[in-house]
């Protein structure tokens, strides 16, 4: 018998969507810009999550560390969430 009750919900968590953009030339890239979407991929202690977490292969998950460290830099992001 056939189990009607659907694929077993994933233990990470579903992926919070996509994480690249695609520029007019074909592109893709992560935008360091984009505090938002950043911000979902990081722990509320300003961690990065992982690959399975969130749903990218080692080349995107490359790009996002990148953008994460260099918002960080600029000054769009915290680099803790501990406040001085």
Do not use: C
Request: overall charge positive; glycine content about 10%.
């Amino acid at each position: 018998m056939k189990d009607s009750r659907g694929p077993k919900p994933d233990r990470f968590g579903a992926p919070t969507g996509k994480v690249t953009i695609e520029s007019g030339k074909g592109i893709e890239y992560v935008d360091y810009k984009d505090v938002e979407s950043l911000r979902r991929m990081m722990t509320p202690n300003g961690k990065i999550y992982g690959r399975k977490r969130l749903g990218t292969n080692a080349r995107q998950q490359r790009m996002v560390a990148t953008a994460v460290k260099r918002a960080r830099f600029l000054g769009l992001l915290p680099f803790t969430s501990a406040t001085i």
